[in-house]
Antibody, heavy 126, light 107 residues
């Protein structure tokens, strides 16, 4: 059974830092692209970042414009864990952060986010 | 970046109704589109990918169609468990944007 378990969410002051973790199990973590998606309170889904797995563009990273230069996605395939290092946090980063596995991957690209974690809440406030 | 719009933003429907949600992309994305259902307090759930492929385990009352810039999600006969918010997502190119969502409420 595929499981994704996020942790690390907390209350942090503007300008502060936080590292989120996503522990994965039930699949060969190293092969798959992984992603972070966030949802501000009462708002819709916003894709944040992604990192390639060995089945595609291994280690290649992607970011939405609003977090470029502040957030860093990484993965430890030996620990089956995905990370999101968030620096210089702003009030607008307040959200539930979901870890998601990309699925139905063929020809070096993936076509959906087939499994999601339960999310971890990040609150940026003074 | 590719922008997605959804219509309607909100709809009120009854059990047994046929419901159609539209998603439009700002540029052609072939069939690189997925649909998700999200219930209050829960993570999104994948329903449809490549515009029309039903995810394993998802009820066949859900179906998707479309290509290029216009897509639809159809619920053939709305059930009580279908009241939720539905999002489309393009996986044509990064950033993998989501639509703003369509909330389906009980009439």
């Amino acid at each position: 059974e595929v499981k994704l378990l996020e942790s690390g969410g907390d209350l942090v002051h503007p300008g502060g830092s936080l590292r989120l973790s996503c522990a994965a199990s039930g699949f060969t973590f190293s092969i798959y692209d992984m992603s972070w998606v966030r949802q501000a309170p009462g708002e819709g889904l916003e894709w944040v970042s992604a990192i390639g797995g060995s089945g595609g563009s291994e280690g290649t990273t992607y970011y939405t414009d609003s977090v470029k230069g502040r957030f860093t996605i990484s993965r430890d395939n030996s620990e089956n864990t995905l990370y999101l290092q968030m620096n210089n946090l702003r009030a607008g980063d307040t959200a539930v952060y979901y870890c998601a596995k990309l699925g139905y991957c063929t020809g070096g690209r993936c076509y959906n986010f087939d499994y999601w974690g339960q999310g971890t809440l990040v609150t940026v406030s003074s | 970046d590719i922008q997605l719009t959804q219509s309607p933003s909100f709809l009120s429907a009854s059990v047994g109704d046929r419901v159609i949600i539209t998603c439009r992309a700002s540029q052609a994305i072939n069939t690189y589109l997925a649909w998700y259902q999200q219930k209050q307090g829960s993570a999104p759930k994948l329903l449809i990918f490549t515009a029309s492929t039903l995810q394993r385990g998802v009820s066949s009352r859900f179906s998707g169609s479309g290509s290029a810039t216009e897509f639809t999600l159809t619920i053939s006969s709305l059930q009580p468990e279908d009241f939720a918010t539905y999002y489309c997502q393009q996986v044509h190119s990064y950033p993998y944007t989501f639509g703003p969502g369509t909330t389906v409420d009980i009439k």
